[in-house]
C-alpha cells in the first residue's frame, strides 16, 4: 500500500503513519514537504490531507478529481468544509479536534476498502521469501 500524508505536525503525522504502517501488510507511507510541489504524479492507495482551510480543501478536490479509487481522509478544524467532501464523494471527514479513535477507525476501514488490497498481500509474501 502506498500512503501520502500532508500535515504540519510532527507528531500527527507519526501517529497517523503509524496506523497506516499498523493497517496494511505492506505499506510505504510517504509525507508531503508542503514546499507547493504536491504529489499528483501518480495514484496512491489513502491520502490523508489534515490541513487546515483553502489549502485543505484545494488538495482534496484536486486528488478526487485525478484519481477517484484513492481513499481520501480529510482532518480540518473547519466544519463548513463537510459540504464540500461530501459532494465531492470525499472518503471521510474528520474535524478537528479529533478522538484518536475515530481517526484509528477511518484509517483501517480505508485500508480495508482499497481496490488493491490483493496486490499488497501478494507483495508481502514475495518480500518475505527475498
Given at each position: 500500500m502506498e500512503a501520502l500524508v500532508?500535515?504540519?505536525?510532527?507528531k500527527e503525522y507519526e501517529k497517523i503513519k503509524d496506523l497506516l504502517e499498523a493497517g496494511s501488510d505492506l505499506a510505504e507511507v510517504y509525507r508531503d514537504p508542503l514546499n507547493g510541489h504536491n504529489y499528483f504524479s501518480h495514484e496512491y492507495d489513502v491520502v490523508v490531507v489534515a490541513l487546515n482551510g483553502a489549502q485543505g480543501m484545494e488538495l482534496v478536490l484536486e486528488y478526487s478529481r485525478r484519481f477517484e479509487d484513492t481513499r481520501i481522509i480529510w482532518i480540518t478544524d473547519d466544519q463548513y468544509f463537510a459540504k464540500t467532501a461530501i459532494r465531492r464523494h470525499i472518503y471521510d471527514f474528520i474535524e478537528r479536534p479529533y478522538d484518536d479513535e475515530r481517526l484509528n477507525g477511518s484509517v483501517l476501514e480505508a485500508i480495508r476498502q482499497c481496490p488493491n488490497k490483493h496486490?499488497?498481500?501478494?507483495?508481502?509474501?514475495?518480500?518475505?521469501?527475498?
Open positions: 500532508y500535515t504540519r505536525d510532527d496486490v499488497w498481500k501478494h507483495s508481502a509474501v514475495g518480500r518475505d521469501k527475498l
